[in-house]
């Protein structure tokens, strides 16, 4: 017969009995607490500490039946969890939030989505969510795999036009070079009050007056344009900036602020329908 976790037995017992010839479905630890006296303050802090009796997926015979029951008098183990299946590998857990792409049917219609996930289940769950909560008609997801490293910026400014003095601030921190296809232009001249999600691998340039550090980012902008997209980036990577010199400052630490400089290394748009904001995954954090 062919195992699954359709035909598992899996329990958790204090019986001897009912754990002979099956196996640990998890670790057995020796738990216990110390305490010690804090230098500095004084107090006595109490930490938790932790021995491993007995592996997960080990056999449970005659002989570690023994040692599991020895456990039990001599060192407070309660109960074990077994099964009769040897399951020796395990899901890593992850709680860094990365990004996705995701489709689904909904009704007659294909749609893209891209968000925040710490991995394939966690996506799912938050795209079900949403849609649930967004949309109309019956879905199906389609597809689900990790995207690209990058930082994803939504352009919520209120102003749809840049004024001149943006437009020379613009000039003055990236340039704009032939990895922007013509394409991309006519697309972005041809629909020029919808916003699209642009692709941006975007060369920073930090220095202080003494010292200068280069590295590439990739950004996926919701906007307008390239150059709005540009303008929306750069003022990400000030803000945090300033948001390192107030930490520093508060932890009463010299600061050196940089000026920021970008270039664009290559630019595209990508066919995502919608971004799920951060907060929306974060809430599947808890």
């Not at 840049?162 to 394409?183: H, P, R």
């Not at 902008?221 to 300033?242: G, P, Q």
């Amino acid at each position: 017969m062919i195992e699954t976790r359709k035909t598992e037995i899996r329990y958790v017992t204090s019986d001897p009995k009912k754990m002979l010839n099956m196996y640990l479905a998890k670790r057995v630890l020796k738990t216990w607490e110390e305490s010690f006296i804090e230098e500095d303050t004084g107090e006595t802090v109490t930490i938790e500490r932790n021995e491993i009796l007995f592996d997960r997926g080990t056999l449970i015979d005659q002989d570690t039946l023994a040692k599991i029951r020895f456990s039990m008098e001599a060192d407070g183990i309660k109960e074990v969890e077994v099964s009769n299946q040897n399951r020796l590998a395990f899901e890593n857990e992850n709680s860094v939030l990365y990004p996705y792409i995701a489709q689904a049917q909904i009704g007659d219609k294909k749609h893209k989505f891209l968000l925040y996930a710490t991995g394939l289940e966690n996506t799912c769950s938050i795209l079900k969510d949403y849609i649930e909560l967004n949309y109309m008609f019956g879905f199906t997801l389609t597809m689900v795999k990790e995207f690209d490293s990058c930082v994803i910026l939504t352009d919520n400014l209120k102003e749809r036009k840049v004024d001149d003095a943006t437009l020379e601030e613009l000039k003055d921190t990236f340039l704009l070079n032939d990895s922007v296809t013509e394409e991309d232009e006519e697309e972005g001249d041809s629909k020029p009050n919808e916003k699209k999600f642009y692709q941006i691998e975007t060369k920073i340039t930090f220095t202080d007056g003494e010292n200068e550090d280069e590295r590439v980012q990739t950004f996926v902008v919701n906007t307008f344009n390239v150059d709005r997209a540009m303008m929306l980036i750069t003022h990400y990577l000030k803000n945090k900036e300033e948001e390192c010199e107030i930490q520093a400052k508060e932890k009463g630490h010299e600061f050196r602020k940089r000026e920021i400089h970008t270039a664009i290394e290559s630019a595209k748009p990508i066919p995502v329908g919608r971004f799920i904001p951060k907060e929306f995954s974060m809430a599947y954090m808890e």
